[in-house]
């Protein structure tokens, strides 16, 4: 049927640990990058907050379950935080208080028939760590792999699909440019370094599952990439190659060391990065280089193809970013279509037929991986009211058409979707200015209130049919 989902295809919805969590110094949790940061330079956040008790889901967890469950999800991804459970973000010291708060959780899950998907890393960089240089040292892919041994040896008998990071293209952000922390700005340089560390750190946590644990709990490890998609501005071969190396300098980046067959960068990516930094006077390529072990590691290291996406732009072959920088690098400039419609978040355009591009482009440069997209969502600025999120409601339904139409025409292999995200939350240096929830919270309450929008009756009837009604 065309409108309808397959049977075992999985819905679910998803958060993280400091965005909803809060208990920031409770039951022995260390300090966070996040935590230091905010208490320290509150004006980085746009209302001057921060996740300190967020929706205090940290003592509301059952609460929480119950609303995943009553809608009729199928799973929950939600994060662990890292320094919870080891406080110095080392495994000298491990937390066993955190520990039991997040069997807590799964076993509240799974009690409700709900299946726990695990992230590892949702951008929660223990304060100690950081101090270290975060994922600029090259010590954090040892500190990783100690880190995902306690987590699998701890909840893997429960949890069968993890996801070691979280958007590790957005991670580089924070160390090449400013949009999120640790907002280092050292563009062209950091970035990259950050980029070769993650992807080395998720091979590690993956071939370590493959070898001690795999056997015996039997589960999936992947990890979660995102991209915009980019359309080229005109159909003219020019304005579409731009098109593609766009998406090879940003999905890419992290997909074909894991996914292609040779296990490396791009091709374009090497070679402009390499020519650029030989111009400006480096003595090596500012883009590392993977040693044939290196390569051996990482080639796929996937269980599935974790995908996140919001929105698209559109490309074309022009200068733009400071030099150097990952964009200067690229060669190309990005524009928003004057046609499409605008959510109040600034950033966000609503394109759906872009996600079932990204799918497509997916599945042909990857031999079509079962792929699980991770997180999509809308969102809007917080109003007084808020509840009657129809703008919501129509994103979802075009964007689950998109996907709808990938797998039922383009048979592009995608097992499963989950909706970004639960309920409003801090939403990184946007505060609790922004409002991507299906549930509203009220922050003035101290028991933090969750009410329904007007999407959460859309989604649990959509849910019980799998569906899409026009």
């Not at 940290?58 to 935080?81: P, Q, T």
């Not at 990204?358 to 809308?378: C, D, F, M, S």
Request: aromatic share 14%; proline share 4%.
């Amino acid at each position: 049927m065309d409108d309808q989902f397959p049977e075992n295809f999985l819905f679910g919805i998803a958060t993280s640990s400091y965005q909803i969590e809060g208990g920031w110094n409770e039951e022995g949790k260390g300090e966070s990058m996040w935590d230091r940061m905010l208490h320290n330079r509150p004006e980085l956040v746009k209302d001057k907050s921060n996740g300190d008790v967020a929706c205090d889901s940290f003592h509301l967890y059952k609460e929480d379950v119950k609303l995943v469950k009553e809608i009729g999800f199928d799973c929950y991804r939600f994060s662990i935080n890292w320094p919870r459970v080891l406080p110095k973000g080392t495994k000298d010291y491990v937390n066993f208080q955190g520990i039991k708060y997040y069997q807590n959780l799964i076993d509240e899950l799974l009690s409700n028939n709900i299946q726990p998907m695990v992230t590892m890393y949702h951008w929660e960089m223990p304060q100690a760590l950081e101090e270290q240089g975060g994922w600029k040292n090259r010590k954090i892919v040892e500190y990783f792999e100690d880190y995902a041994e306690i987590l699998y040896t701890h909840f893997g008998d429960k949890v069968k699909m993890w996801i070691t990071i979280n958007e590790p293209l957005h991670i580089t952000y924070g160390y090449g440019d400013t949009m999120v922390l640790p907002a280092l700005d050292q563009h062209g340089t950091a970035d990259y370094i950050v980029g070769h560390n993650l992807l080395l750190a998720h091979a590690k946590a993956y071939r370590l599952y493959e070898k001690k644990f795999k056997a015996q709990q039997n589960g999936k490890v992947s990890i979660s990439l995102n991209s915009l998609f980019f359309f080229p501005v005109t159909e003219s071969t020019e304005d579409k190659e731009a098109a593609e190396i766009a998406m090879l300098f940003s999905l890419g980046w992290f997909a074909d060391p894991i996914f292609s067959e040779t296990g490396d960068y791009p091709t374009v990516m090497r070679q402009k990065i390499d020519a650029n930094s030989k111009q400006e006077g480096w003595p090596v390529s500012r883009l590392p280089v993977f040693t044939e072990e290196e390569i051996s590691l990482i080639k796929g290291s996937c269980d599935f193809f974790g995908y996140q996406h919001y929105t698209s732009r559109e490309v074309k072959f022009g200068e733009s970013g400071k030099i150097p920088s990952v964009y200067r690098d690229s060669g190309v400039k990005t524009s928003i279509n004057k046609n499409w419609t605008s959510s109040n978040v600034h950033w966000l355009k609503v394109v759906p037929e872009g996600l079932r591009s990204a799918l497509n482009w997916i599945r042909k440069r990857y031999k079509n991986p079962p792929v699980y997209i991770t997180e999509n969502g809308y969102g809007d600025i917080v109003e007084e009211d808020g509840l009657n999120d129809v703008k919501r409601i129509q994103y979802l339904s075009t964007y689950l058409k998109a996907v709808l139409d990938a797998v039922i025409k383009d048979e592009c292999n995608v097992k499963g979707y989950i909706f970004w995200t639960l309920m409003d939350n801090f939403e990184w240096l946007d505060g609790y200015t922004s409002a991507f929830g299906i549930f509203k919270v009220d922050f003035k309450d101290p028991n933090r209130k969750r009410i329904p929008k007007k999407s959460v009756s859309y989604i649990k009837k959509w849910l019980s049919t799998r569906k899409i009604s026009s």
